[in-house]
Nanobody, 124 residues
Framework: QVRLTESGGGTVQAGTSLRLSCTIS????????VAWFRQRPGKEREFVAA????????DVKESFKSRFAISRDATRTTIYLQMNSLEPEDTATYIC?????????????????WGQGTQLTVSA
C-alpha cells in the first residue's frame, strides 16, 4: 500500500519562497496525475495545482499561477510545490494526492491516495 508524506512546511515570513515535497513510499507515483490541495482553517479543501502523467501538462489555479509551480522528479518518487512571494493568506495545510487517471484533475474525487498534509504558516 502506498503512502504519501508531505514535508517542507513551517513558519515563514511573507514574501519568502518555499518548496514543499511529497514523497511516496511503498511504490512510485505510477502513470497517474498528481496534485496539491490546501485547506485553510474553517475553509473547504482547495485545489492548488496538478500535474499530468508523464508531466507534460501542469494546471495551476489561476489565483496562484504567478507564484506557484508543481513538478515531479525523474525517479517518480517525489513531487514538489514551489511557492514564491508567500502571503499570510497562504497559511494552510498543504496536501498531496495521486490520481486514478493520467490526467491533471482539479477535483478531489479524481484522487485516490492522499497524504496527511504539512502545515504552512506565513506571518505578516
Amino acid at each position: 500500500q502506498v503512502r504519501l508524506t508531505e514535508s517542507g512546511g513551517g513558519t515563514v515570513q511573507a514574501g519568502t519562497s518555499l518548496r514543499l515535497s511529497c514523497t511516496i513510499s511503498g511504490g512510485t507515483f505510477g502513470e497517474a496525475g498528481v496534485a496539491w490541495f490546501r485547506q485553510r482553517p474553517g475553509k473547504e479543501r482547495e485545489f492548488v495545482a496538478a500535474l499530468s502523467y508523464p508531466g507534460t501538462y501542469a494546471d495551476v489555479k489561476e489565483s496562484f499561477k504567478s507564484r506557484f509551480a508543481i513538478s515531479r522528479d525523474a525517479t517518480r518518487t517525489t513531487i514538489y510545490l514551489q511557492m514564491n512571494s508567500l502571503e499570510p493568506e497562504d497559511t494552510a495545510t498543504y496536501i498531496c494526492a495521486q490520481g486514478t487517471s493520467p490526467y491533471a484533475s482539479r477535483f478531489a474525487t479524481g484522487y485516490i491516495d492522499w497524504g496527511q498534509g504539512t502545515q504552512l504558516t506565513v506571518s505578516a
